[in-house]
């Protein structure tokens, strides 16, 4: 009988090496993560890979999550260098990255370094240890990008007042993309575009929208344009801002807007359907009825796709309201305490899919309506937000009352489901002045100056959020 052929012991431990390199070269050479997971969490976006690829000069990131560190923090280290990976994937050698410990100097030393990256803008954070004893020991959970000697910070750890350490690990690690795409659009950015706030109809004042401000400050050059100027807006505007009107729009101010849309215009709107106020529950009753603004903006958003329902969303997943328990002999409230206020919200992200809610995390509203979608042809329509599913609605004329805190929650009545309140319209809009123009108006529009008047528009888009005080200050 012939004996059966044998590869010697050294030849196969031989043989698995050899196979466990190739497969690390190869690894290195072609890395490619993928996303197994039902809503594509872990998939860029196609306007980061549209970025990415046209980055054509060398940018940096230096990323201070190297050291000893608890599970949650290196499972937030090892996805930004798998994200920085995936970078890489479609930007080539140019992104680089290196992970760097700031306590890996000498202890005379550190003080200095952490004065400097606190300088270049890292938010420094305590890690608390209670192996032998209680320490603490600083540590910087962010990056700094550097591109042509600048260099810009992002903040990789998404801390939440109130939230747990997994949470805020798992929402850190989903907004990985958007805070690395964003610094790296800031640093390519070579010309600011224009953003201009509109005025005129009683929208929020500039020291009510400054946190906004500043944040898109570095991005954009940000304008106010008077809706009463005797002249069309401007198409050098890149987006147009509508921060909760409160006066209603005339024909003329609405044609202007429709032009801007149909030249190609982005438009923003964060409109209050109804007028509610907190405030307005200070009185004897400790209650209000809250009434349509009437803006006179509904056929103009209809023609493009919403409608803003008179309504207002109660919700059991909600932000508290401070109430005050005691009082001292001068009238003065000397204590608070948070009692949950279904009037405001915590609004949830709508379609994973699309650039601007995915990954997207919990949003605080104020006194919400809904939205309806209408069929028109040629847009496209993505639900951006919602209420959560525990939620209620309560129709015009709807009367708010602050004694809805002390009373029993009935759960039975909070059953309406996730109700839309944030969409976004793309695509060739149709003008809302089409064949229905008066003869008045059109006498007024002659006047205007550099008027090119459209019926359909260019490919554009706009976003309508029906809470108007989602982009004020807190």
């Known amino acids: ?41 872990f998939s860029l976006t196609d306007s980061t890979k549209q970025l990415l690829e046209e980055i054509d000069e060398p940018i940096t990131f230096k990323v201070y999550l190297e050291g000893e560190f608890p599970a949650g923090m290196k499972r937030l280290r090892d996805a ?15 992104i680089q990255y290196e992970f760097i410990d700031p306590l890996d100097v000498e202890d005379e030393d550190k003080q200095a370094v952490f004065e400097q990256l606190i ?28 591109f042509r000697g600048r260099e810009l910070p992002v903040d990789l750890l998404e801390e939440q007042l109130g939230t747990d350490p997994l949470t805020v690990i798992n929402n850190s690690i989903g907004l990985l993309e958007f805070k690395l795409a964003n610094v790296l659009q800031k640093a390519l950015l070579n010309q600011r575009q224009q953003i201009a706030f509109t005025t005129g109809n009683g929208e929020l004042a500039p020291q009510l929208v400054e946190g906004i401000a500043s944040e898109m400050g570095p991005y954009f050059e940000m304008v106010r344009y008077n809706m009463d100027n005797a002249d069309i807006i401007p198409k050098k505007y ?10 209603p729009f005339t024909e003329l101010q609405k044609f202007k807007i429709d032009q801007y849309v149909m030249n190609g215009g ?57 109430i005050p328990t005691s009082i001292d ?7 608070f305490r948070p009692f949950e206020w279904f009037y405001y919200p915590i609004l949830m992200p709508g379609d994973q899919e699309h650039p601007i809610s995915k990954n997207l995390g919990p949003v605080s509203g104020e006194f919400v309506s809904t939205i ?95 809470d108007g005080d989602i982009i004020k200050n807190e």
């Open 266 to 322: 982005k438009i923003l709107w964060m409109i209050d359907q109804m007028g509610a106020e907190l405030d307005s529950l200070r009185n004897a009753e400790s209650a209000f009825m809250a009434l349509p603004r009437n803006l006179n903006l509904e056929d103009l958003l209809f023609k493009y796709g919403v409608r803003i329902n008179d309504n207002l969303i109660q919700d059991r997943s909600c932000n508290p309201i401070p």
């Open 119 to 146: 300088k270049k803008g890292l938010r420094p954070e305590r890690l608390i240890e209670q192996k032998e004893g209680y320490s603490e020991k600083m540590f910087f959970p962010g990056a700094l990008s550097i």
């Open 372 to 466: 309806d979608t209408i069929r028109t042809e040629n847009i496209k329509k993505n639900i951006l937000l919602t209420s959560s599913p525990n939620s209620k609605l309560q129709h015009h004329p709807v009367r708010v009352d602050l004694n809805i805190i002390r009373q029993k929650i009935n759960p039975e009545l909070f059953k309406k489901g996730r109700q839309p309140v944030a969409v976004s319209l793309e695509g060739t809009f149709e003008s809302v002045f089409k064949n229905r123009l008066a003869f008045e108006t059109i006498q007024v529009i002659d006047s205007l100056e550099r008027v090119e008047r459209r019926e359909e528009s260019l490919p554009t888009k706009m976003v309508v959020v029906a």
């Open 80 to 94: 930004t260098r798998d994200m920085l990976e995936e970078f890489r994937s479609y930007a080539g050698n140019n």
């Open 329 to 335: 002999a001068a009238g003065n409230a000397t204590q």
């Open 1 to 41: 009988m012939a004996k059966a052929n044998k590869i010697p012991a050294f030849i196969q431990v031989l043989l698995a090496i050899v196979l466990v390199v190739a497969l690390n070269f190869l690894a290195s050479n072609f890395f490619q993560r993928f996303d197994l997971t039902k809503e594509g969490r």
């Open 238 to 247: 890149d987006l147009l801002v509508v921060a909760k009107p409160t006066i």
